[in-house]
């Protein structure tokens, strides 16, 4: 079999010139404890990665950290409409083309995200998803993309949080951007056209809020797997369910409604991912030790039950480096000191969290 970026087994750690950590780990086993991340995983069947962007794959250390760790990525920013196009027929790729090419060379596996997110429409676009032809304009777009990066991307979000169940709408739809629920029309489409455009690619419906133990949280969990039934029943081609798992410290976590949630999607013979993993610190005491334990204690509790469900997959980290993380910009803490959600502290040294995800790993049962 020739080995192409799709038939690539997630686990393989071949780091073109990126970083001392993996030349070494070519040059000989490393020791347990300089193991990345994707290779306790690997033990389990399972798989790490993280979110980049690509204007730090220019930085060695942080790149060579990403390969050492990560057998899949996933581009953060650069594969959303309103950066691909901007104005209507004006492609702009080149920074997915420069994730691509990292993933390449460095032969990790790549997640798309995400052929339609409704926080991310182009302005030219917002008119027209609120005409009746709506279905057409988003699958031409989930079609250029997902077709553009055929055989490079081996899963995709095709439609990123279109629940909302607060807007009040059927089945718990959200209205943005289209004013009002449209009904799940277009999610089936999107569906659809991906798979047409790529018949190889793992389909995914990936969304957030789906971890907790409040009312919210419980209307979300219901309105997805509402969602997910309606599309299997319907035959549209969907293979997984992206859990963001944007998890947060001091929030209610009930393992028991958590894991029947898991339970519940795999039954539809659907397979998952964490795929924008991070803890949230904002309820967490202000020293770092004290906070970095907080943190990875939080983790540990929701890791495990996570995976414990063998049809969850693995664990993608919405970057490594606390400095990167959205959160510096959306998860202020009060005393005003930067949040520490992330595995990785700025200087990329590994911190607590990253103990809890290899734990977490290395005691899941083998998939
Ligand atoms: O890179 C430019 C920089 O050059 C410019 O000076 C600066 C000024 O605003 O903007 C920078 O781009 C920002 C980019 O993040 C990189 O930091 C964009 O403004 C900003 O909109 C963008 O935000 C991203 C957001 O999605 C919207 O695309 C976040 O990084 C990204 O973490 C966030 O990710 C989402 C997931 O896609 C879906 N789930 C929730 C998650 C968090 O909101």
């Given at each position: 079999?020739?080995?192409?970026?799709?038939?690539?087994?997630?686990?393989?750690?071949?780091?073109?010139?990126?970083?001392?950590?993996?030349?070494?780990?070519?040059?000989?086993?490393?020791?347990?404890?300089?193991?990345?991340?994707?290779?306790?995983?690997?033990?389990?069947?399972?798989?790490?990665?993280?979110?980049?962007?690509d204007?730090?794959?220019?930085?060695?250390?942080?790149?060579?950290?990403?390969?050492?760790?990560?057998?899949?990525?996933?581009a953060?920013v650069a594969m959303k409409w309103a950066i691909n196009e901007p104005l209507k027929d004006d492609f702009q790729y080149n920074a997915a083309d420069n994730i691509v090419?990292?993933?390449?060379?460095?032969?990790?596996?790549?997640?798309g995200?995400?052929a339609?997110?409704?926080?991310s429409v182009p302005q030219w676009a917002?008119?027209?998803?609120?005409?009746?032809?709506?279905?057409?304009v988003?699958?031409d777009r989930v079609t250029e993309v997902v077709r553009r990066y055929k055989?490079e991307?081996?899963?995709?979000?095709?439609?990123?949080?279109?629940?909302?169940?607060?807007?009040?709408?059927?089945?718990?739809?959200?209205?943005?951007?289209?004013?009002?629920?449209?009904?799940?029309?277009?999610?089936?489409?999107?569906?659809?056209?991906?798979?047409?455009a790529?018949?190889?690619?793992?389909?995914?419906?990936?969304?957030?809020?789906?971890?907790?133990?409040?009312?919210?949280?419980?209307?979300?969990?219901?309105?997805?797997?509402?969602?997910?039934?309606?599309?299997?029943?319907?035959?549209?081609?969907?293979?997984?369910?992206?859990?963001?798992?944007?998890?947060?410290?001091?929030?209610?976590?009930?393992?028991?409604?958590?894991?029947?949630?898991?339970?519940?999607?795999?039954?539809?013979?659907?397979?998952?991912?964490?795929?924008?993993?991070?803890?949230?610190?904002?309820?967490?005491?202000?020293?770092?030790?004290?906070?970095?334990?907080?943190?990875?204690?939080?983790?540990?509790?929701?890791?495990?039950?996570?995976?414990?469900?063998?049809?969850?997959?693995?664990?993608?980290?919405?970057?490594?480096?606390?400095?990167?993380?959205?959160?510096?910009?959306?998860?202020?803490?009060?005393?005003?000191?930067?949040?520490?959600?992330?595995?990785?502290?700025?200087?990329?040294?590994?911190?607590?969290?990253?103990?809890?995800?290899?734990?977490?790993?290395?005691?899941?049962?083998?998939?």
């Amino acid at each position: 079999m020739t080995l192409t970026r799709r038939n690539f087994v997630a686990g393989g750690s071949l780091a073109l010139g990126l970083g001392s950590l993996t030349t070494a780990a070519l040059k000989k086993e490393p020791p347990i404890s300089t193991k990345g991340l994707k290779d306790i995983a690997a033990r389990r069947g399972l798989s790490f990665g993280c979110a980049v962007r690509d204007q730090h794959l220019s930085d060695k250390l942080l790149s060579g950290t990403i390969t050492h760790e990560c057998d899949i990525v996933v581009a953060e920013v650069a594969m959303k409409w309103a950066i691909n196009e901007p104005l209507k027929d004006d492609f702009q790729y080149n920074a997915a083309d420069n994730i691509v090419r990292f993933a390449r060379i460095n032969r990790l596996a790549l997640r798309g995200h995400t052929a339609f997110w409704y926080r991310s429409v182009p302005q030219w676009a917002t008119g027209l998803l609120r005409d009746r032809y709506r279905e057409k304009v988003i699958t031409d777009r989930v079609t250029e993309v997902v077709r553009r990066y055929k055989g490079e991307v081996s899963e995709w979000d095709v439609v990123n949080e279109a629940i909302e169940p607060r807007d009040g709408q059927f089945r718990g739809l959200r209205t943005a951007p289209f004013g009002a629920s449209t009904g799940i029309q277009y999610i089936a489409d999107s569906f659809h056209a991906a798979h047409e455009a790529d018949y190889d690619a793992k389909l995914f419906y990936n969304d957030y809020g789906l971890e907790y133990d409040t009312p919210q949280e419980d209307a979300r969990r219901a309105a997805v797997l509402a969602l997910l039934t309606d599309l299997k029943r319907q035959n549209v081609p969907i293979h997984g369910l992206g859990l963001q798992t944007h998890a947060g410290v001091g929030r209610r976590f009930d393992a028991v409604k958590y894991r029947l949630f898991l339970k519940n999607v795999a039954d539809l013979g659907l397979i998952m991912r964490l795929t924008e993993f991070d803890v949230a610190d904002r309820n967490a005491p202000p020293g770092f030790v004290e906070r970095d334990k907080a943190v990875a204690a939080h983790a540990s509790e929701l890791l495990h039950v996570a995976l414990d469900e063998r049809a969850v997959k693995g664990i993608l980290c919405w970057g490594l480096r606390d400095q990167d993380s959205w959160l510096a910009q959306n998860g202020k803490r009060k005393d005003g000191l930067a949040p520490r959600p992330l595995p990785f502290t700025d200087d990329l040294r590994p911190k607590p969290l990253r103990s809890s995800i290899a734990e977490a790993f290395a005691n899941a049962p083998d998939r």
